[in-house]
């Protein structure tokens, strides 16, 4: 049951990451959004 867990665990993880990814360069790209992301100096 553990490996089971944890396979699951890594795969919603890797899920989110991918979605936060997707998300901010959707932002990137939008110019009513841009706005809301922190510049990098």
Do not use: T
């Amino acid at each position: 049951m553990q490996p089971e867990i944890d396979l699951n665990y890594k795969q919603i993880k890797q899920d989110i990451l991918d979605i936060v990814k997707e998300e901010l360069e959707r932002i990137e790209g939008d110019d009513n959004l841009r706005h809301l992301l922190k510049k990098e100096e």
